[in-house]
Every structure is written in structure tokens, then in C-alpha cells.
């Protein structure tokens, strides 16, 4: 699939996305949500960042997180394919400072730039949506050593590993667009990324909030940049 097919995918997606809350449930204006549930799951403890930070957000969408981190004082790059999420990232976030969005496949970027981060995430993001193999040596260049790699996915289900074809609708009268994710197990995640020269790795699943709709938990994978990958 070219990237310019995939924009296309993710630019339906972007459209049938439903706006972030103008405040959640503190009231606050500005969130990090690791989930698919609102005011649910850890924040942005999770990349161990403080002011002056920078951090990159591989498929940020319409940007509340990296917004979120820009307002505690980190700089934060949000990069996306799909311009329609873009375009909502710079209309929402206009009087943010220090959040920059850039068009561009995730591996293209981490390719081109010649930043290194403090911390690099993805929330149901590019993460999940680059091979493995092709995404770990990329952001492990990207990072400085001892800086943190979160990214968050639904979990696998069970017997379904490797690459997946993920549907998004487009409607009663039309084939969905296809894009296409990798999913493993949390153990399967942890070797990967110690493969790649990440230590202490964590992959867990957070459960869905108790008494709703919803049961599907969370994959929260976590790491931290090593030395040079085995
Ligand atoms: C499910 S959305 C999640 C967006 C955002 N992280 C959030 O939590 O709301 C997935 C996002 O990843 C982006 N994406 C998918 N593959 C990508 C890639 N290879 N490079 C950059 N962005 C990508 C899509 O355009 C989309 O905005």
C-alpha cells in the first residue's frame, strides 16, 4: 500500500472522528489519554519528561496529546499522514507554543530528521501501523539513550498476530479503506524491543473501565533506549 494510499485511508478516519472534549472531567483543557476511554488510564508520567524536553508523537491525529505536552512546557513534534488531522492539530492547538505538526509517513521522518528526542510515544498511532523491524531501528536512532518509548493498541486477539488488516468504514454505500497494523502479544512486544536495544520492558493491559459497554482493555508497551541493539 503507497503512503499516498494510506493518507487517503486515514483522511476518512480523520473525518468521522469525533472532536476531544473541550475540557475533561477535572475541567482541564489540556489531557494525555493512553486509551480509548475518556479520563481513564495514566497520563503523561508515563515518558518521564519534565520542561524543556523534546518529544515526538509518531501518528498524533488531531494532536490533544502532544498539545497537552507542549503545554507543560516540553517541545513537542507531532507527525501524521493524513493532512485532514493535521489540519485540525494547527486549528485547535493555534495558541499552543511549542507543539509543531509535520505531514509525513512516521519511517520518512524518522529517516529525514536529524533530532534526537527525549522521548518518543505513539497512541494508537503510527506505532502501530509501521512493521516492527522497519519502526524499532528508526526510533531507536531518534533517541537519546536512556529516553523513553511508550506507544498504546488494543490488545491482540488472541491467535490473530503479526500484520493485520484493519477496516476503517466509510459507509453503507462504499468498500471501507483498508490500512494495515501489526499486533503481537505483550511478551512478544518485550522481546522485540530488547532485540532492538531497548531495556526494562513493559507491555501490560490495562483494563476498560468497570461498568461500562466496553471490555476491551489497553496494550501500554513501554521501554527505555539502550546501548547499541544485540
Ligand atoms: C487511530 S488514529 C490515532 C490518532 C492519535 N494518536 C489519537 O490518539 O487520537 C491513528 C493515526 O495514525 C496516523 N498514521 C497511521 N499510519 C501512519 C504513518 N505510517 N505515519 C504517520 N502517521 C500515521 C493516522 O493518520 C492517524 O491520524
Redesign the pocket.
Known sequence: MSDTE?AAA?DV??RAEKPRRQANKWGERTWF?WTQYADHGPGAEVLALGPGDSVL??????G??AAHLAALGMKAVG????QE?LRKARERWADVPGAEWHR????AYLAETPAVFDAVY?????AW??APASLLPAVHARIRPGGVLAMSQRPPREGCYGRQAAYIPRGADEDPAI?TRWDHEPEAWCSLLRDHGFREATATVLDAPRGGKRTVGTLLIRAIRGGSPR
Open positions: 494510506s486515514w478516519y480523520a489519554n508523537d509518531l501518528g498524533c491525529g488531531a490533544g496529546n507527525v501524521d499522514l493524513s488531522q509525513a509517513d512516521a519511517l505513539s497512541v494508537f498511532g503510527a501501523f509501521c490500512v
